[in-house]
């Protein structure tokens, strides 16, 4: 029934609600039915992802047979006196991948097995207490889930410390490796493979793709043209010349965008107490969403006239020198930021919401790299400016599906704070 009702809204709010016509071209009744649209599409989303399993919290089936104590002291006691492994399952009620382990993962009869040598504590965070915070620092926790892992000699295994959800047989690996001391496996292949099992090399395809998106957003892409006559390379003697130097304005945009990923996973790291409140992951669900109505229209996100007019001279004012390039490309993101900065923020939450700066940098470089790549290949193949799509109503598509996506995101959020179950 959930497929069938979330694939009727998700077409219908597609076919009827003029979900990607500009607000500026409709009337009243226009942006009623707009408004209805765009509501219907996030509908059908979340229901088709609730029918698929995606969304909600998964329901515990039992403890598996799976000792649990709420006392960490007691349980560092138990360990030491008997000499056995520990296991420190931080959990919230508002955390879904936290319900998932439990739902999934720790109710294996496998695991469920092997952790009745192992003393097992779970330490619940729904609520932000100050005097939990020594043993979230003692033991890395950042955020939720963490699974932290001691060895029978009392040494945390901090390399093997699990953040996020993991299915039982990968689970079953790391508690192998923990009893016998080893740090795993670090070859390519095995980084390669964890990622692929996590998911993380598709969340820089994401933001890849996402730059892309905001390279084709009305604030950036009818600018393609005057942007590589600025910084030279549209009279540059010779492609390669003009393939440098559109890396180079590339490489300021990375710049920029890297710095301010690593800022949000610092702040993340000053605040990653805080971000284990419901009420800080729903103000994420917030921005998420309000990030999504920008994008849709609904209000616009402008820096002021002034800094902006400053900013264009700081990166025209180098003209066709390389440090020029790199000048204006530090400085484009912030011109650009009514249509790129609602996904460039909605990154840089999710970025402080990990705390983890390399993973900052890394996001955030993808995202500049793909919103710089229409840059590259038209600063090397200048011949192709003129071959380029003319500007219209194409570009309110690139935004809307944009908008809608960060509507969904942040309704997903809203969930997972939510106690529903599946």
Known sequence: MLWW?????????????K???ANWSLDGRGKVRKTLGVTAVVAGCLLLM???GLLGMPAPHGDGGVRWLSDPVEAERLATEQK???????????CKACKELEAETFVEPKVAERLQGWVTVRIDLTEDRPEMRPLQEKYGVVGLPTVAFVNARGELQSVQTLTGFEKPDAFLERLDRVEAGAAGDTSLASRISAALASGSLWVYALMFLAGIAGSLSPCVYPLIPITISLFGARDAPSRLHGFVLSLVYVLGITFTYSLLGALAANSGKVFGNALQSVWVVGTVALIFVAMGLSMLGVFEIRIPAVLGTRLNQVGSGQGRRFLGAFTMGSVAGVIAAPC??????????VVGQRADVMLGIRLLSVYSLGMGLLFIVLGTFTQLLARMPKSGGWMEAVKGTLGIVM???GAVYLFDVLPLSA
């Open 5 to 17: 009702i979330g694939g009727m809204l998700l077409a219908a709010g597609l076919l009827f609600g």
């Open 19 to 21: 979900v990607f016509a």
């Open 50 to 52: 609730r029918a698929a």
């Open 84 to 94: 056995r492994p520990m296991l420190l399952d931080f959990s919230a009620e508002w």
């Open 340 to 349: 790129v900065g609602p996904p460039l923020v909605a990154a840089l939450t």
């Open 407 to 409: 509507l969904v995101v």
